[in-house]
């Protein structure tokens, strides 16, 4: 090696911080509490989040539009259909017991997903919601928020 590369490679010594007893002991912090929050009158709830799921997204769209249909007759106030992400599972299996392991068939299922948002439902409308007669492979999550 010459001596310019030993040079460059010699490291410069890293600067100390000095601690002076002032900065090593901070002054204590005076902590400010809150206004305690008035509490919120409690008359119902502001919103109504359903979200419907089935395998046939022909047979969801038609179930989620007749729950926005009943929404509507009782003057609700709708927000969606929101499409959410499909949920894929896959499923892979040897077509062979025993001895072709390269000889494979892959099966998926796909969950179709939608969301929808009623904003200060009255209680007409969850009424009629519950008494709504959907066919069978819809499933409903309903959520008060």
Same mark, same amino acid.
């Given at each position: 090696?010459?001596?310019?590369? !030993?040079?460059?490679?010699?490291?410069?010594?890293?600067?100390?911080?000095?601690?002076?007893?002032? %900065? %090593?002991?901070?002054?204590?912090?005076?902590?400010?509490?809150?206004?305690a929050?008035?509490?919120?009158? !409690?008359a119902?709830?502001?919103? *109504?989040?359903?979200? !419907?799921?089935?395998?046939?997204?022909?047979?969801?769209?038609?179930? &989620?539009?007749q =729950?926005?249909?009943?929404?509507?007759?009782?003057?609700?106030? &709708?927000?969606?259909?929101?499409?959410?992400?499909?949920? =894929?599972?896959?499923?892979?299996?040897?077509?062979?017991?025993?001895?072709?392991?390269?000889?494979?068939?892959?099966?998926?299922?796909?969950?179709?997903?939608?969301?929808?948002?009623? *904003?200060?439902? %009255?209680?007409?409308?969850?009424?009629?919601?519950?008494?709504?007669?959907?066919?069978?492979?819809?499933?409903?999550?309903?959520?008060?928020?």
């Open positions: 090696m010459t001596a310019e590369a !030993v040079a460059k490679k010699a490291r410069k010594p890293r600067a100390r911080k000095v601690v002076t007893p002032a %900065a %090593a002991s901070p002054a204590p912090i005076h902590r400010v509490s809150k206004p929050k008035p509490a919120k009158a !409690v119902g709830p502001s919103r *109504l989040r359903i979200r !419907v799921r089935a395998y046939e997204h022909g047979v969801l769209d038609k179930s &989620v539009k =729950i926005i249909d009943v929404a509507a007759r009782h003057n609700a106030e &709708v927000i969606g259909p929101v499409p959410l992400p499909i949920d =894929i599972k896959k499923y892979t299996v040897n077509r062979a017991a025993f001895i072709d392991k390269d000889s494979r068939e892959q099966f998926e299922m796909r969950i179709h997903k939608r969301m929808i948002d009623i *904003l200060n439902p %009255a209680p007409k409308v969850i009424e009629a919601l519950t008494n709504i007669d959907l066919p069978s492979g819809v499933s409903i999550d309903v959520k008060m928020m």
